[in-house]
């Protein structure tokens, strides 16, 4: 096994699927039902197959023949809704059906190991009660499950926010991976170390039309996490595949148009405080970020994620310097909208988190980490302009249904509407 292979289930825009990539996996396979988001992921991943499927429908036998390759590892952050526990069995809940499918994916590909993430919530009274169910429904499949489970914090691992975490994770016929060790000898970046290098989005009217815009900025005096953002040295990509992009075009970039008395607003409130207005966290220039969000899909009214005020700026920060502040490289781009992107970021696992617990699976497995020597395009930028409907079309699939609006009873055509209507107004 020279470079393990990997199944990302509920991939989102591949924020696990990059750390195990950097730590030395293939990332062969991703499950993801929300066609936005896959085609994201297939434009950042091209040689992996993206499927753009329920992973509630998928079986494992279906899904090992249309990855044409063997699954040696599946990681998931399966959403976690359901906590309402009383009288019944936390799997026998209908809203936590996405852990269960995970489970039910596990047992049928038989993977040497696998990685489940989701939020600290999980670990917290009468909700731990599905976490424990889950282990012994794991161990019970004959998987060596890495106990206690613990939480850990993005921050510990070498990004610049504040995110916790439940990770558990076990291997088949090989002892389980430790939890890996916090970088307590450094700490984190700083929302300044992360930003200041990147060009100041409202200097650039392109930005007001388009997310990308050619602004070449010198390379020297960068520090360290800069240049691990923008990949100048080989050690950047870890065990990664090098990506053919353009290091002069910042990307993810649309600008927000805030008004005058907003921007005095964000300007007045000091740093490591919350705007009252707005709600919006103000970044300090030597702390790290509170944790980024994802907002609120179609179904549930659209809300833009919360994105945070900028240190230096007065104004919010852009898509890219949310993935900045995320640990995603600065080759790696997102939907071209500001709602959908920053979307994106909020619902993934940030790339030095998974990369590090990556390593640790891989050392369990037994595994050495291999360098490749070949470098991958990226893939058709269309596939990040492409709306929920074009999205749908693109993968041969249906426009997936959220969770029905009791109020107004919205159907599967008002929710493309919703898609539409929000990429015009918040692009």
Not at 99 to 115: D, I, Q, S
Not at 263 to 292: H, M
Request: with cysteine; aromatic share 8%.
């Amino acid at each position: 096994m020279t470079r393990p292979t990997v199944l990302d289930v509920f991939a989102g825009v591949g924020g696990l699927a990059l750390g195990f990539e950097q730590a030395g996996f293939d990332v062969v396979g991703a499950l993801e039902l929300d066609p936005v988001h896959a085609a994201a992921h297939s434009f950042n991943f091209p040689r992996c197959r993206t499927l753009c499927a329920d992973a509630t429908r998928a079986r494992g036998a279906d899904v090992r023949v249309q990855l044409g390759a063997p699954v040696d590892v599946v990681v998931g952050g399966a959403p976690c809704q359901g906590f309402s526990m009383i009288g019944k069995r936390a799997l026998d809940d209908p809203r936590n059906q996405l852990v269960k499918h995970f489970l039910r994916l596990v047992v049928e590909l038989e993977p040497a190991a696998f990685v489940l993430e989701n939020v600290r919530g999980l670990t917290i009274g009468k909700h731990r009660q599905l976490l424990d169910e889950v282990t012994a429904e794991f161990q019970a499949a004959g998987y060596a499950v890495t106990l206690p489970w613990q939480v850990l914090n993005a921050r510990d691992y070498g990004v610049p926010q504040d995110r916790q975490r439940v990770f558990l994770f076990g291997t088949k016929g090989v002892a389980p991976p430790r939890y890996p060790l916090p970088e307590i000898l450094s700490a984190p970046p700083t929302c300044s170390e992360a930003l200041d290098d990147l060009p100041d989005a409202d200097v650039f009217d392109a930005l007001l039309s388009f997310d990308a815009v050619r602004a070449e900025t010198p390379a020297a005096g960068l520090g360290a996490y800069a240049r691990e953002m923008r990949c100048l040295s080989n050690d950047a990509w870890h065990y990664g595949y090098v990506r053919d992009w353009e290091p002069g075009l910042l990307t993810s970039s649309r600008r927000t148009a805030h008004t005058d008395i907003s921007r005095r607003r964000f300007r007045d409130t000091r740093p490591g405080t919350v705007e009252p207005i707005s709600r919006f966290y103000k970044l300090a220039a030597d702390g790290v970020s509170n944790t980024l969000r994802a907002g609120t899909d179609a179904a549930r009214g659209a809300f833009t994620s919360p994105r945070p005020i900028h240190h230096r700026h007065d104004r919010c920060v852009t898509v890219r310097e949310m993935a900045r502040l995320h640990g995603f490289p600065d080759w790696f781009r997102f939907h071209v909208t500001k709602w959908h992107g920053a979307r994106q970021i909020g619902n993934s696992v940030p790339p030095p988190l998974a990369r590090a617990v990556a390593a640790s699976v891989r050392a369990a497995l037994g595994v050495e980490p291999v360098r490749p020597s070949a470098s991958v395009p990226l893939g058709d930028p269309k596939l990040l302009r492409m709306d929920m409907t074009e999205a749908a079309a693109h993968f041969g699939v249906d426009v997936p249904i959220g969770r029905r609006d009791r109020k107004s009873g919205s159907t599967k055509r008002k929710q493309r509407d919703i898609e539409r209507e929000l990429a015009r107004a918040d692009p």
